[in-house]
């Protein structure tokens, strides 16, 4: 009889890690282990999601495109920006002539989107930060994205006013809402409440609407007159992890030295480690 209660204990936990490996990425065990899932998990990552380049294309970066027409070199972040889709989206437009600082928890998914947006050498930076807060100062991009990432993250107000705090005044925040047929109950928030935590943040404008099955698209702008951060980059941007400095560093192919205090930024496969 013991033996049958063990089997089916050992049978639930497996389950249970199953759904939490498989269903949540690992949401609930910590940022280390969901690093080590998507560096095990990047290769594949795109192929198994089935990403649609046109769809990104369509539903992501020509409606974010058409908010910012007025921004000649517009400065995107993307957090949690995976193996690239969205950047790799906004440089196929030829309109879109701006930067993008894209920054994951993997290192394994940011050598993926190394290897994607490589022939827009010099228009993109990629970055391995694990812990909010991003070291960027208040108010520092013109658009602020973080796509099919927001409902993976634990502390989601905590999330969304640090997504707040990197936006310019008049910026736009391009985000999602994994809907109730996404399987992840347990961190589903209704379109109601998203747009209530987003007002919250200061946002207003917020705009959630359709995408496909388990996501819906959120836009919504932070109130002001938008004065753009004109053609920044991530030297430009970076706070120096030691002496707290913005910017003045300078890059080349394998690190960013600090022009205040010369501390090494590491860069490796393309990646800036901070
Ligand atoms: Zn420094």
């Known amino acids: 009889m013991e033996w049958i209660i063990g089997v089916l204990i050992v049978a639930g936990l497996l389950f249970l890690l199953d759904r939490e490996i498989y269903r949540y990425e690992g949401i609930h065990i910590g940022s280390r282990l969901?690093?080590?899932?998507?560096d095990h998990w990047s290769k594949n990552y795109?192929?198994?999601?089935?990403?649609?380049q046109q769809e990104d294309e369509a539903m992501l970066a020509r409606p974010l495109?058409?908010?910012?027409a007025g921004i000649p070199v517009p400065l995107v972040l993307d957090v949690a920006a995976g193996t690239g889709r969205l950047p790799f989206a906004l440089f196929n437009q030829s309109e879109f002539m701006g930067r993008v600082i894209a920054v994951d928890i993997s290192m394994g998914m940011l050598e993926q989107a190394h290897k994607k947006l490589i022939s827009h050498h010099g228009?993109?930076?990629l970055m391995q930060y694990r812990t909010f807060p991003l070291p960027f100062q208040d108010e520092t991009f013109d658009v602020v994205?973080?796509?099919?990432?927001l409902e993976l993250i634990g502390e989601k107000q905590a999330a969304v006013k640090e997504l707040a705090r990197l936006l310019r005044p008049g910026g736009i925040l391009l985000t999602s809402r994994g809907t109730e047929d996404s399987g992840r109950g347990m961190v589903v928030v209704s379109a109601e409440m998203l747009t209530a935590l987003l007002q919250d943040a200061g946002f207003e404008d917020v705009?959630?609407?359709?995408w496909w099955r388990v996501f819906n698209r959120v836009f919504a702008r932070k109130p002001g007159t938008l004065i753009p951060a004109g053609g920044k980059s991530l030297k430009d941007v970076l706070r120096?992890?030691?002496c707290g400095q913005v910017g003045g560093f300078a890059e080349n192919e394998s690190t960013l030295q600090c022009g205040h205090c010369n501390r090494q930024v590491k860069r490796q496969s393309g990646v800036v480690v901070v």
Request: net charge positive; proline share 6%; aromatic share 10%.
């Open 34 to 38: 969901q690093a080590f899932l998507y």
């Open 123 to 125: 228009r993109f930076s």
């Open 65 to 68: 495109l058409e908010k910012i």
């Open 240 to 242: 120096c992890p030691r």
């Open 145 to 149: 994205c973080c796509v099919e990432a």
């Open 207 to 210: 705009q959630v609407t359709p």
């Open 46 to 52: 795109d192929q198994a999601k089935q990403v649609s």
